[in-house]
């Protein structure tokens, strides 16, 4: 079964600079997809940014990018020139690209990142 | 731009009672699921639907739970007999093909 592990329970960054959070995965697959979703208060599940793991190229959307690390299974998401509206709980999450080995999302622990004025 | 929506935003309701949680998944999608979060945890598969059919199940959606589709637009989690344990953030979420899922704004299911 697959596993994500998120490390970092807690964030903070001052507005307008970057921050980093980290995700570990484990999986024996070699194709599947990543996913950081966003979850304000409201508690309402937003993606962020998706990878492709037969991609060598990291996703980038605007202020958000990733570091995929197959080899090491790693996937981070880098923030620049952090907002007030990117405060929020963060989650990574992996699905299989099999369709045979079902569809669901796991999830990590989550991030919860404060953005500091 | 087409959203996933949920009724009701908030539902109470007393243990022993059975509960239907109401989707409408985004219109051309394809795959339907649902997810929940017990407070300050993560979130958890319960179960995938495809083809008018559970495709997918977790441990955790046991004979308690149901899943329908009942006229090809709604979908819905049926808890029959729900347990304080059952308290929890139920997330709707649908996909049209190989890609990521679309959230609904969940439904937070109170058990007294």
């Known amino acids: 079964a697959q596993t994500v592990t998120q490390s970092q329970p807690e964030m903070s960054v001052q507005e307008a600079e970057t921050v980093t959070l980290s995700c570990t995965y484990d999986?024996?697959?070699?194709?599947?997809?990543l996913f950081w979703y966003k979850q304000p208060p409201s508690r309402q599940m937003i993606l962020v940014i998706r990878?492709?793991?037969?991609?060598?190229q990291n996703a980038t959307e605007n202020r958000f990018s990733v570091n995929f690390q197959k080899a090491a299974k790693s996937f981070s998401l880098k923030i620049s020139d952090s907002q007030l509206g990117d405060a929020a709980m963060y989650f990574c999450?992996?699905?299989?690209?099999?369709?045979?080995?079902?569809?669901?999302?796991?999830f990590g622990e989550g991030t919860q990142l404060t953005v500091n004025p | 731009e087409p959203e996933v929506t949920q009724t009701p935003s908030h539902q109470v309701t007393q243990m022993g009672q059975e509960v239907i949680l109401r989707c409408v998944p985004i219109?051309?999608?394809?795959?339907f699921y649902w997810y929940r979060q017990i407070l300050g945890q993560k979130v958890e598969f319960l179960v995938s639907?495809?083809?008018?059919?559970?495709?997918?199940k977790s441990e955790i959606f046991d004979d308690q739970f149901s899943v329908e589709r009942p006229d090809g637009s709604n979908f819905t989690l049926k808890i029959r007999s729900t347990k304080l344990e059952d308290s929890a953030m139920y997330f709707c979420?649908?996909?049209?093909?190989?890609?990521?899922?679309?959230f609904g704004p969940g439904t937070r299911l109170t058990v007294t």
């Open positions: 219109s051309n999608h394809l795959y």
């Open positions: 999450a992996y699905r299989s690209a099999q369709e045979t080995s079902g569809s669901r999302l796991t």
């Open positions: 990878q492709e793991a037969y991609k060598q």
């Open positions: 999986t024996s697959e070699s194709d599947y997809y």
């Open positions: 639907f495809y083809n008018n059919e559970i495709s997918e």
């Open positions: 979420a649908s996909r049209v093909q190989i890609y990521e899922q679309y």
